[in-house]
């Protein structure tokens, strides 16, 4: 198979499908996957905060049936598959897009999959701020509000860009995946030219794109979380 | 004026109820630095927390300048705690924030414009020794560095009362000492009220002028810290006052009085003290018991002295040992052993 996929002729196939497809498709999955994160920051982060402040001992307790409603949810969402969950909201995209195909369309069942994993992300970054420092600012008068705005956010930017780069680098696996119903970009390529052509050198070539750009995505965001961390001394 | 009436505190937990606090009543007076002193588990941050609400108390008030503050609104209460400040063991300092922002940080909970923030905030870096560390991150900054920004903040609203919780503890002697110096003035010159909660009696020698001696969730003994330092009256003042055990090391001679001398931050500059009076007055006093130490130029502790006989060599010790100030001589008329 490798001798056949590496000839000549298969080769320069290649090369002509990658470089009239390619930067298109480099673009949608980017763009996909960046709106996707946004969206799912969006919604994420309010449901993180109150995954977190509206315990019994929270800044700003809620009802316990809230609270129980609010874990149902999320768990429930974060465990159907993508690819279900991709199917069973297409008539949701089509009511908010009008369609179901195409990268923007991809981008509604993306985000219903990915806010709530960024909920508990967000969740799990506050749940490290030290309870001494909200007990400090409350002992300064600071509202339940003020506590959230000015000292767990702040306090865990670090945490929240290294968890958020996390979100966006499965964002990104997810966005490829979307491409095998619908969805534009790599995801689609790949499955195209490799799974229904055959074009094994496409395939692969699509899969190191994606493998360089979770790599790039990745290491921005730890340097962005290490350079915002006022913690180390640098 | 702070008045803690009947004050108790009950935890209930899953592993079964605990009485941090039992019937607390104490008054601590405008200008005062108080000091709150127990062993580990005493109930001092227990105490010093219900003092500014953080823990609701389970039985009995606190009352600031007459009003109970367990009867205020949350929104109310927000209010009162600008008047009530704290710092902490941890100094929980903002550690995403610069040093300046940290200090802002009370202000602008208060609403206080970011402008006229800073430049109290300013004022404060200024107060507090550390001008220079505006622009700097608390991680860039020693243990004790970062306490006199705590205090800064601290200082921030014009709090009438500052709650220093173990504020300290985690802190060398040296610089232990130099954030007590910084207290004091500020004590002095703002006219601010301290409560200090402590497990090290050096810190109450150092700066306090009363004392109430926690154990077991109850005040064990309370009054002026010289008072309670000559005499201590509850098993647990002794322990504290007496760290080694008095009895084991004090072997008195029949027939020997004995003066019981509380250093309060005397000067020890040139030739120690009992030594000068041995040459000055001809008394040889007999060291029955020492627990002194020089902190700066000043020595703190207590030392027990056996004297001869002799009424007139015994008031003749007590004038020439308190001439100088800030020793405190009382006789030991009970029996030491
Ligand atoms: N939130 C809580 N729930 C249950 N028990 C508690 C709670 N807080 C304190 N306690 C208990 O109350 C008692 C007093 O605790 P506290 O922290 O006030 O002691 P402390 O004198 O400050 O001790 P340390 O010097 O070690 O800080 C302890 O027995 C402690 O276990
Ligand atoms: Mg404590």
Same mark, same amino acid.
């Given at each position: ?234 | ?24 009543? /104490? ?66 300092? /903002? ?31 200024? *107060? ?61 010159? /703002? ?21 109430? *001696? ?124």
């Amino acid at each position: 198979m490798f001798n056949k996929m590496f000839s000549p002729e298969n080769v320069a196939e290649a090369l002509t499908i990658l470089k009239e497809e390619v930067p298109f498709a480099l673009w949608e999955t980017t763009y996909a996957t960046l709106l996707a994160t946004a969206f799912a920051i969006l919604l994420g982060l309010p449901f993180g905060i109150l995954l977190v402040v509206g315990e019994k001992d929270g800044v700003l307790p809620l009802p316990k049936g809230v609270m129980y409603v609010l874990n149902v949810v999320i768990n429930l969402l974060r465990s159907v598959p993508f690819l279900l969950l991709m199917i069973l909201a297409f008539p949701l995209t089509r009511v908010i897009l009008g369609t179901t195909v195409g990268t923007a369309a991809s981008i509604v069942p993306l985000v219903i999959a990915a806010f709530p994993f960024v909920a508990r992300l967000v969740e799990s970054s506050l749940r490290e701020i030290n309870p001494n420092i909200i007990e400090m600012a409350q002992s300064m008068g600071a509202s339940p509000m003020q506590i959230i705005v000015k000292v767990m956010l702040p306090e865990s930017i670090p945490s929240l860009i290294s968890n958020f780069t996390i979100a966006i680098t499965t964002i990104l696996g997810y966005t490829a995946m979307s491409g095998t119903i619908g969805g534009g970009g790599l995801g689609k390529i790949a499955i195209n030219y490799g799974y229904h052509r055959y074009k094994y050198l496409v395939m692969l070539i699509a899969v190191i794109i994606l493998i360089v750009l979770v790599q790039v995505f990745q290491s921005v965001g730890t340097k962005l979380a290490v350079k915002l961390d006022r913690r180390v001394k640098h | 004026m702070i008045e803690i009436k009947n004050l108790s505190k009950t935890f209930r937990t899953t592993a079964g109820t605990v009485e941090a606090l039992k019937n607390i009543s /104490l008054t601590v007076n405008d200008g005062d630095i108080y000091g709150i002193i127990g062993m580990s588990g005493a109930g001092k941050s227990t105490l010093v927390r219900c003092i500014n609400m953080l823990e609701r108390p389970t039985e009995g008030a606190v009352l600031m300048d007459g009003q109970d503050l367990g009867a205020l609104t949350q929104k109310e209460l927000r209010k009162v705690r600008r008047d009530v400040t704290m710092i902490f063991q941890g100094f929980n300092l /903002l550690m995403q924030k610069t040093c300046l922002r940290n200090i802002c940080f009370p202000l602008e909970l208060a609403g206080v414009k970011k402008e006229e923030a800073k430049k109290r905030a300013m004022e404060l870096l200024e *107060i507090v020794g550390l001008p220079d560390k505006a622009g700097s991150y608390p991680a860039q900054l020693s243990g004790g560095q970062q306490q006199r920004i705590a205090i800064a903040r601290a200082l921030a609203t014009q709090p009438k009362v500052l709650l220093c919780d173990e504020a300290t503890s985690a802190l060398d002697p040296k610089t232990t000492h130099d954030i007590l110096e910084l207290l004091k003035d500020i004590n002095e010159r /703002l006219g601010i009220t301290i409560i200090i909660i402590t497990h090290q009696m050096s810190v109450v020698e150092e700066i306090c002028n009363r004392v109430a *001696i926690l154990d077991g969730g109850v005040v064990a003994e309370e009054g002026e810290v010289s008072e309670v330092f000559a005499n201590p009256q509850s098993d647990a003042a002794k322990r504290l006052v007496f760290p080694d055990g008095e009895e084991e090391v004090v072997p008195v001679h029949p027939g020997e009085r004995v003066l019981r001398v509380v250093f309060n931050g005397a000067m020890a500059a040139g030739a120690p003290l009992i030594t000068q009076m041995a040459i000055d007055e001809k008394i040889a006093a007999n060291i029955l018991y020492a627990s002194t130490k020089c902190l700066g130029d000043k020595v703190y502790g207590n030392m027990l002295l056996g004297l001869p006989e002799e009424e007139e060599t015994v008031q003749r010790a007590i004038r020439y040992l308190t001439k100088g100030g800030n020793v405190l001589v009382t006789e030991v008329k009970e029996n030491v052993q």
